[in-house]
């Protein structure tokens, strides 16, 4: 007795996220979400530095200092990568 073909089971949670991977990598945008998140979290520390140096803790003017610098950083570094600016130090770029 031969078994006749039933219907393919669904393929197991590695295979749909392989394929959900390979459909995703076709439409990235190139947005480099470690720098996006650098953003957010110096804005995030600056929000509460702020908060604390309204309370009253000089201290608290460095953090702050230091988180809106990198975020400011940060957003200009994505502003260029976005216009398709060359980064600022090239490897083995002439002199």
Not at 6 to 11: E, F, Y
Not at 24 to 46: C, K, L, P, Y
Request: net charge positive; with cysteine; aromatic share 10%.
């Amino acid at each position: 007795m031969s078994a006749a073909p039933g219907p393919t089971p669904r393929p197991g949670l590695g295979e749909r996220l392989r394929r959900w991977w390979q459909r995703a990598d076709e439409v990235r945008t190139g947005v480099r979400w470690a720098s996006v998140a650098t953003v957010f979290g110096g804005i995030a520390v600056a929000l509460v530095c702020l908060v604390l140096v309204l309370r009253g803790r000089v201290w608290a003017w460095f953090p702050l200092l230091v988180a809106a610098a990198v975020a400011l950083r940060e957003v200009r570094y994505l502003q260029r990568a976005a216009r398709g600016g060359r980064p600022r130090y090239q490897e083995n770029a002439p002199r």
